[in-house]
């Protein structure tokens, strides 16, 4: 015992030593365990098959962990279909199959190495398959006889179990018709008849939705004593007059009857329908009225009658559309599809070339009713026939086609020397299939057939009807087919002819003892020589001197009046010639009698005339008649004055009636001429005299004020230097210039220069108001009057002018798709400053009373800053020609104006709001002419009726469109007025999104 004790105690150690190392151990094991702890586990869940699912895990310290997953205790690896989306597993369309089972989270400490796995989690998987319906019993459809019981199985499976219903043909069974297996999916028929003949299918439903059964099952039950079909009539197809037979025949014990039915009508024998013993219907002539739908009815001793119908149709075939042609680029693949005609029956339908039918393979073949290149070669080009063809006849349609081929010059473009004055010729030659398309470019804008300056060839040459100076320019040609284009130039240099510039006026008038001098300037391809003479062969004299051209009399005397001429010559040339008569006009006081005569424009007495010192020995019987004729024809006159003033003050009663309700102010004055009121009274504008003379009756002190203004105006036309001539207006030629100190901050000027060289009175006046309106208006957005040269003809009206030129024309090039010539691109922003500039200037215009009667882009400048004023160019003879229409001896602006100023000759503000409607729609449209696809007789008609709309621009606002329409309303009253379009325009966004 003792020996035990002391081995006791000496294990005793030992034990104790081994407990503490187990405790140790265990609580290692437990921090190590708990070094890795989930808060989200994979549960198991309900999942659709087919449908997304997801299993979540997440630990606690997910630092250096690492993720992985088991399926069925094996190592999962990704697929589309089910991959590892961080540390949770993704499932895009859950499988009842593929996974089916356990999956498990492992979690792995990379550092340490410890791991952890998650409970296992799986997925209830809800699913739903589509079957078929089968026959369960008897074992085979031959095996089926009447009254006896019939079994149908539905093969819909799914998870959980499908509840399952029945349908024959379309109609839902019910248990009380029929024995119904809910566990089973069958159906049941306890004794089957012909009646329960038909199509039965299934459809099943549970959580993973709603399906039918794919296939499905006919139930014919067999009993003689039903009727049967054995043939069944066809539909018939025929021409008219030819037979139709319908072959129809039933069995059943004992035989069944037959009918046949037209459109629900017995039919019986008649002359051209028999009623054959086997059931046949003959029909021996068609006629339209026998076309419809036939039954043949069939009844036997039990069971429902059969009822099988067919149709009966008149063959007919359609026309084709006519001949048609396309053309292809080479080496490309083209499909040309062929309509084919409706028709009974539906047409065959093929491809032919040359009588020969087009295979169905090889590059070019016929694919159903496509005609395919694969690809197109030159050779391809011609004739290919498309043709339908059906019982009631053949039908066809030819289609040509062209192979393109990329033009090769013939005759290219070579730079020219053109004589002004003349016809020019510019080629553009060249040969393609097909014959190219040619447009020719002046100074990179395109001329177009409309433009009567110029004649296009079929050939692609370009004629210069007359050639001018300006068009000393280079033009451009394109000549382009679908197969490639080519594009060439020529730099036109104009030999400029001997001409005056411009001409003098062939009489002049000059005041006696006064300082004048008569111009006389030419131009030539050499700078001409310019001299003067006296036609009747006398030495000029000693007071009359040569300057440049200039005849200068430095003191008119009454000898100076008779024939000069003016001589310019060069050597290249020769010379040319103008005759200029001048007359002497006088002041002459007391106010002296005036005789007219009609080759001259007056003729002043030296002393006043006296009655009595005129045959004072006549009786006094004499100065009475004359009394009393004078009496009678100035009684006569005021008669006549006073009819007009009545007839003229009702038409105009009349007109302010119409337009009064609008509260607008009579206008004071036309830019293109009209009447002008002052104080309310109408007035006629007095003509300015030939000759200065003292005719104090008629020197108003209105008249006096004008001359006042004119002589602060006055500007020596040797100060100005012509740069070009912009183009012929109706008072003549417009043209650019250097005005040498016109402005006093600048040494030189460029200037728009309007010239007056008609001799209609009318056009006169005009000329008068236009410079009197434009030297009375000061406005940042109006041109300014700069100056006159009145001492002279023709007579010039100098006007401000910005370096870009017309509005029109610098839209068209900011327009134009060539980078070389394009300008910088026109903002919406910028659109609309340009519109609300214009505004700005009518406004003013409008407020003084003003109307311009012709305002449209062509008639507004711009400078490079965008600044924009509103002037009156009116190229209309030549530049803008196309803009213009003649109509009631009249050019007027046809497309710019509203119908009351066509047809009524009104003229007002309202007239001019509608013309810039129109000048909006030119700037968001860059300067394309409103109603281009119509011609100027559809313009007019449209007028009339009211019917015109222009289409809103590609890009223009909806705010801006809707103001463009309510200045063309048809109603006066209803259009803004300039300040109303100011304001609109002014309460516009900034930015550009308007």
């Given at each position: 015992m003792d020996v035990r004790g002391e081995r006791a105690r000496r294990r005793a150690p030992l034990l104790c030593g081994g407990y503490a190392v187990g405790i140790l151990l265990l609580q290692v094991l437990s921090i190590q365990a708990a070094s890795i702890q989930f808060t989200k586990e994979p549960k198991s869940q309900d999942a659709l098959h087919g449908r997304s699912a997801m299993l979540r895990c997440e630990v606690s310290d997910p630092v250096d962990i690492s993720y992985s997953w088991l399926h069925n205790g094996q190592p999962l690896e990704n697929s589309e279909r089910r991959f590892q989306e961080g540390s949770n597993l993704k499932f895009t369309a859950v499988d009842r199959l593929l996974d089916a089972g356990n999956f498990e989270c492992v979690a792995q400490n990379r550092v340490t190495g410890d791991m952890l796995h998650s409970t296992n989690a799986s997925f209830n998987i809800k699913w739903l398959e589509s079957g078929g319906v089968t026959l369960k019993e008897p074992a085979s459809e031959g095996e089926i006889e009447s009254s006896a019981p019939v079994t149908l199985r539905c093969h819909i499976d799914g998870h959980p179990r499908p509840t399952c219903q029945w349908f024959k043909d379309g109609v839902k069974l019910t248990e009380k018709s029929h024995q119904i297996n809910n566990k089973e999916r069958t159906l049941t028929i306890k004794s089957a008849s012909p009646d329960d003949d038909g199509l039965y299918y299934c459809c099943a439903k549970n959580a993973a939705g709603h399906v039918c059964s794919n296939s499905n099952f006919t139930l014919n039950i067999i009993d003689k004593s039903f009727p049967r079909p054995v043939v069944t009539p066809e539909d018939q197809v025929v021409l008219k007059n030819e037979e139709a037979m319908f072959h129809c025949q039933f069995t059943a014990v004992p035989a069944p009857t037959l009918e046949w039915y037209h459109e629900n009508e017995l039919m019986v024998n008649k002359s051209r329908v028999v009623l054959l013993p086997n059931g046949t219907l003959l029909i021996t002539q068609v006629k339209p009225r026998n076309t419809g739908t036939y039954k043949c009815v069939g009844r036997g001793l039990r069971g429902s009658h059969v009822t099988l119908e067919a149709s009966l149709l008149i063959a007919e075939i359609e026309e084709m559309v006519p001949r048609m042609s396309n053309v292809f680029e080479a080496d490309t693949l083209q499909r040309v599809a062929c309509r084919p005609p409706r028709g009974r029956p539906e047409p065959e339908v093929w491809w032919e070339r040359g009588g020969q039918r087009v295979p169905t393979e090889g590059r070019v073949y016929q694919d159903g009713l496509d005609l395919v290149f694969s690809p197109t070669q030159e050779g391809d080009s011609g004739t290919y026939t498309c043709v339908a063809e059906n019982k009631a006849g053949r039908k066809t349609q030819e289609v040509t086609f062209t192979v393109a081929t990329a033009p090769v010059w013939v005759a290219k473009p070579q730079d020219s020397h053109l004589e002004e004055g003349k016809p020019g010729y510019l080629h553009c030659y060249a040969q393609a299939n097909p014959e190219p398309e040619v447009?020719?470019?002046?100074?990179?804008?395109?001329?177009?057939?409309?433009?009567?300056?110029?004649?296009?060839?079929?050939?692609?040459?370009?004629?210069?009807?007359?050639?001018?100076?300006?068009?000393?320019?280079?033009?451009?040609?394109?000549?382009?087919?679908?197969?490639?284009?080519?594009?060439?130039?020529?730099?036109?240099?104009?030999?400029?002819?001997?001409?005056?510039?411009?001409?003098?006026?062939?009489?002049?008038?000059?005041?006696?003892?006064?300082?004048?001098?008569?111009?006389?300037?030419?131009?030539?391809?050499?700078?001409?020589?310019?001299?003067?003479?006296?036609?009747?062969?006398?030495?000029?004299?000693?007071?009359?001197?040569?300057?440049?051209?200039?005849?200068?009399?430095?003191?008119?005397?009454?000898?100076?009046?008779?024939?000069?001429?003016?001589?310019?010559?060069?050597?290249?040339?020769?010379?040319?010639?103008?005759?200029?008569?001048?007359?002497?006009?006088?002041?002459?006081?007391?106010?002296?009698?005036?005789?007219?005569?009609?080759?001259?424009?007056?003729?002043?007495?030296?002393?006043?005339?006296?009655?009595?010192?005129?045959?004072?020995?006549?009786?006094?019987?004499?100065?009475?008649?004359?009394?009393?004729?004078?009496?009678?024809?100035?009684?006569?006159?005021?008669?006549?004055?006073?009819?007009?003033?009545?007839?003229?003050?009702?038409?105009?009663?009349?007109?302010?009636?119409?337009?009064?309700?609008?509260?607008?102010?009579?206008?004071?004055?036309?830019?293109?001429?009209?009447?002008?009121?002052?104080?309310?009274?109408?007035?006629?504008?007095?003509?300015?005299?030939?000759?200065?003379?003292?005719?104090?009756?008629?020197?108003?002190?209105?008249?006096?004020?004008?001359?006042?203004?004119?002589?602060?105006?006055?500007?020596?036309?040797?100060?100005?230097?012509?740069?070009?001539?912009?183009?012929?207006?109706?008072?003549?030629?417009?043209?650019?210039?250097?005005?040498?100190?016109?402005?006093?901050?600048?040494?030189?000027?460029?200037?728009?220069?309007?010239?007056?060289?008609?001799?209609?009175?009318?056009?006169?006046?005009?000329?008068?108001?236009?410079?009197?309106?434009?030297?009375?208006?000061?406005?940042?957005?109006?041109?300014?009057?700069?100056?006159?040269?009145?001492?002279?003809?023709?007579?010039?009206?100098?006007?401000?002018?910005?370096?870009?030129?017309?509005?029109?024309?610098?839209?068209?090039?900011?327009?134009?798709?060539?980078?070389?010539?394009?300008?910088?691109?026109?903002?919406?922003?910028?659109?609309?400053?340009?519109?609300?500039?214009?505004?700005?200037?009518?406004?003013?215009?409008?407020?003084?009373?003003?109307?311009?009667?012709?305002?449209?882009?062509?008639?507004?400048?711009?400078?490079?800053?965008?600044?924009?004023?509103?002037?009156?160019?009116?190229?209309?003879?030549?530049?803008?020609?196309?803009?213009?229409?003649?109509?009631?001896?009249?050019?007027?602006?046809?497309?710019?104006?509203?119908?009351?100023?066509?047809?009524?000759?009104?003229?007002?503000?309202?007239?001019?709001?509608?013309?810039?409607?129109?000048?909006?729609?030119?700037?968001?449209?860059?300067?394309?002419?409103?109603?281009?696809?119509?011609?100027?007789?559809?313009?007019?008609?449209?007028?009339?009726?009211?019917?015109?709309?222009?289409?809103?621009?590609?890009?223009?606002?909806?705010?801006?469109?809707?103001?463009?329409?309510?200045?063309?309303?048809?109603?006066?009253?209803?259009?803004?007025?300039?300040?109303?379009?100011?304001?609109?325009?002014?309460?516009?966004?900034?930015?550009?999104?308007?």
């Open positions: 447009t020719w470019f002046r100074n990179n804008m395109m001329i177009t057939p409309e433009d009567s300056r110029y004649k296009l060839f079929h050939n692609g040459t370009l004629r210069i009807n007359n050639v001018e100076v300006y068009d000393g320019l280079v033009y451009g040609c394109e000549t382009k087919t679908v197969g490639g284009r080519l594009s060439g130039q020529a730099k036109v240099t104009v030999l400029e002819k001997l001409k005056f510039t411009p001409t003098p006026q062939p009489s002049q008038c000059l005041e006696l003892d006064k300082e004048i001098t008569i111009q006389c300037s030419a131009k030539g391809r050499e700078t001409p020589t310019i001299r003067w003479t006296q036609a009747d062969g006398r030495e000029l004299q000693p007071h009359v001197e040569q300057r440049n051209g200039q005849l200068h009399f430095t003191k008119v005397t009454r000898s100076d009046a008779g024939n000069y001429t003016c001589i310019a010559s060069n050597s290249l040339q020769g010379e040319i010639r103008a005759l200029v008569t001048l007359t002497v006009a006088v002041f002459i006081s007391p106010r002296p009698n005036i005789s007219l005569d009609p080759n001259c424009d007056f003729y002043p007495t030296d002393k006043p005339v006296h009655p009595h010192d005129i045959d004072g020995d006549r009786a006094p019987y004499k100065m009475i008649q004359t009394i009393g004729l004078s009496v009678g024809a100035a009684v006569a006159y005021i008669i006549v004055v006073l009819g007009l003033m009545f007839y003229c003050k009702k038409r105009r009663n009349a007109k302010r009636l119409q337009k009064g309700q609008d509260g607008e102010e009579p206008e004071m004055e036309c830019l293109n001429g009209g009447a002008v009121q002052q104080n309310g009274h109408t007035t006629a504008e007095i003509q300015e005299e030939v000759a200065l003379t003292n005719m104090g009756t008629m020197a108003t002190t209105e008249k006096r004020h004008s001359h006042v203004n004119n002589d602060k105006l006055h500007f020596s036309r040797a100060n100005l230097q012509t740069i070009t001539t912009l183009g012929k207006g109706e008072f003549g030629e417009v043209l650019l210039s250097k005005a040498k100190g016109i402005e006093e901050s600048q040494e030189e000027t460029v200037v728009l220069v309007k010239s007056l060289q008609s001799r209609d009175e009318q056009l006169q006046l005009n000329f008068r108001r236009e410079a009197e309106m434009f030297g009375k208006l000061s406005h940042p957005n109006v041109v300014r009057l700069l100056g006159l040269c009145r001492e002279a003809e023709p007579h010039y009206m100098i006007l401000e002018y910005y370096d870009l030129g017309d509005l029109k024309q610098f839209l068209r090039i900011s327009k134009n798709k060539d980078d070389k010539v394009k300008s910088q691109p026109i903002s919406t922003k910028t659109k609309v400053s340009i519109c609300a500039q214009v505004a700005h200037g009518m406004e003013h215009l409008s407020n003084h009373r003003f109307v311009h009667k012709d305002l449209a882009a062509r008639n507004c400048l711009i400078n490079s800053q965008r600044r924009v004023k509103v002037s009156s160019l009116s190229l209309s003879k030549d530049v803008y020609n196309s803009e213009y229409y003649h109509y009631r001896q009249a050019w007027i602006p046809l497309r710019w104006l509203p119908a009351e100023s066509v047809f009524e000759d009104d003229f007002s503000t309202k007239s001019d709001v509608w013309a810039f409607g129109m000048l909006m729609w030119e700037v968001f449209s860059y300067g394309e002419m409103p109603y281009t696809k119509l011609n100027d007789d559809e313009v007019l008609e449209g007028l009339q009726t009211g019917k015109l709309k222009l289409p809103i621009p590609e890009g223009c606002p909806s705010r801006i469109y809707k103001l463009m329409v309510r200045c063309w309303a048809l109603s006066l009253k209803e259009r803004p007025s300039f300040t109303d379009i100011v304001h609109a325009l002014g309460e516009l966004p900034s930015d550009s999104k308007v």
